[in-house]
Structures are given as structure tokens and as C-alpha cells.
């Protein structure tokens, strides 16, 4: 009787998500934490993203699972989620290589991205 009850309580739940979620557009139901919108200046800030980061790809997951990948505001498919989530396991797996050299780097890659930031706004302000 439980295990009945406890399969109907899943799928109801299952289909209520499934409206609800759908409801809002994909960035509004899987937003960024404000740390992850920018690129980490240590490696401490690395190790702190990267758990956020794998949430925000799940999330986006499950949303284009439930509501179509062509809803999800980004490029998103099976086979780039894939690869995406592959890519961040590298750069959080502190022995891989991928990880050392980002680290050792990251004081020339965070200006990079910082620039490349500033420079985006500074163009799209000039724009409007």
C-alpha cells in the first residue's frame, strides 16, 4: 500500500514540477549564483564554484528534460551538457592537469575574462 501511495505521490509530483518550471523561463528557474558570473582569481574561489556551477548545469538538465532543450536560454543538448559537465569535473578534480595549469595561470586568465567583461559592456553600451 505504502509503495502505491509513494508512486502516485512521485508521479503527481513529477507532473506538477513539470508545469511549474515550465512556467518560467529557464534562466529565471536555474539563475547563477552572482560568485559564478565571474572567472575565479584563486584557487580557493574554484573550489567554491564548482560545486554552484555543477548545480546550475543540473539544473539547466532537468529543465530541458522537462520543458524541451530548445526552451533552455542557452545552446543546450544532451551531448553539450555532457561535454560541459565533463570539462568542469576536470577543472574541479585538483589533480588533473587541466586544474593545475588553470591554476597557475589564473592570475593572466582572470584579467583576461575581466577585460574581455569590461569590454563587452563598454561595447554594448556604445551600441544602445
Same mark, same amino acid.
Given at each position: 500500500?505504502?509503495?502505491?501511495? %509513494?508512486?502516485?505521490?512521485?508521479?503527481?509530483?513529477?507532473?506538477?514540477?513539470?508545469?511549474?518550471?515550465?512556467?518560467?523561463?529557464?534562466?529565471?528557474?536555474?539563475?547563477?549564483?552572482?560568485?559564478?558570473?565571474?572567472?575565479?582569481?584563486?584557487?580557493?574561489?574554484?573550489?567554491?564554484? @564548482?560545486?554552484?556551477?555543477?548545480?546550475?548545469?543540473?539544473?539547466?538538465?532537468?529543465?530541458?528534460? #522537462?520543458?524541451?532543450?530548445?526552451?533552455?536560454?542557452?545552446?543546450?543538448?544532451?551531448?553539450?551538457?555532457?561535454?560541459? #559537465?565533463?570539462?568542469?569535473?576536470?577543472?574541479?578534480?585538483?589533480?588533473?592537469?587541466?586544474?593545475?595549469?588553470?591554476?597557475?595561470?589564473?592570475?593572466?586568465?582572470?584579467?583576461?575574462?575581466?577585460?574581455?567583461?569590461?569590454? @563587452?559592456?563598454? %561595447?554594448?553600451?556604445? #551600441?544602445?
Amino acid at each position: 500500500m505504502f509503495i502505491c501511495f %509513494f508512486l502516485v505521490l512521485v508521479t503527481w509530483n513529477g507532473v506538477l514540477g513539470t508545469e511549474d518550471i515550465c512556467n518560467t523561463v529557464s534562466f529565471r528557474a536555474c539563475p547563477k549564483s552572482e560568485e559564478s558570473r565571474y572567472f575565479p582569481k584563486t584557487e580557493e574561489d574554484i573550489v567554491r564554484q @564548482c560545486p554552484t556551477i555543477a548545480q546550475y548545469l543540473e539544473c539547466l538538465k532537468d529543465y530541458a528534460e #522537462k520543458c524541451g532543450h530548445e526552451n533552455v536560454h542557452l545552446p543546450f543538448s544532451g551531448d553539450r551538457y555532457q561535454t560541459m #559537465k565533463n570539462l568542469l569535473e576536470e577543472i574541479c578534480q585538483k589533480d588533473s592537469q587541466l586544474h593545475l595549469r588553470i591554476v597557475k595561470n589564473i592570475g593572466c586568465l582572470s584579467e583576461l575574462m575581466g577585460n574581455s567583461r569590461i569590454e @563587452c559592456r563598454e %561595447f554594448s553600451q556604445n #551600441k544602445s
